[in-house]
């Protein structure tokens, strides 16, 4: 059974930081696409950021480039989301989620595994 968890979601105030993890087991992911996502209530599920599996490359949305910084340890099977200069639009349930054969990485619907979320709260 394969299983992603994430957690490091919590309330913080604008201009703060948080670092969301992403447990991974039942496989091992060094080879695949990891990511995150996000959705705030009434929205469409929102690609943050990726990490390919090979060569670490990364990608991020326009809106969380140079804030965000998304990086795994291959050893560990986890995918982190360092979170700095939060603004209340990033509240949202965050989602990691992963797969071996990614072509359009900022479509949710390409991933296999995803988890169950850990939210955000970015107060004003």
């Known amino acids: 059974q394969v299983y992603l968890v994430e957690s490091g979601g919590g309330l913080v105030q604008a201009g703060g930081s948080l670092r969301l993890s992403c447990a991974a087991s039942?496989?091992?992911?060094?080879?695949?696409?990891m990511c995150w996502f996000r959705q705030a209530p009434g929205k469409e599920r929102e690609f943050v950021a990726a990490?390919?599996?090979?060569?670490?490359?990364?990608y991020y949305a326009d809106s969380v480039k140079d804030r965000f910084t998304i990086s795994r340890d291959n050893a560990k099977n986890t995918l982190y989301l360092q979170m700095n200069s939060l603004k209340p639009e990033d509240t949202a349930l965050y989602y990691c989620?992963?797969?071996?054969?990614?072509?359009?990485?900022?479509?949710?619907?390409?991933?296999?595994?995803w988890g169950r979320g850990t939210q955000v709260t970015v107060s004003s």
């Open positions: 039942g496989r091992t992911f060094s080879r695949d696409v």
């Open positions: 989620a992963a797969g071996p054969s990614i072509v359009r990485m900022v479509d949710h619907r390409e991933y296999l595994y």
């Open positions: 990490i390919s599996g090979n060569s670490g490359t990364t």
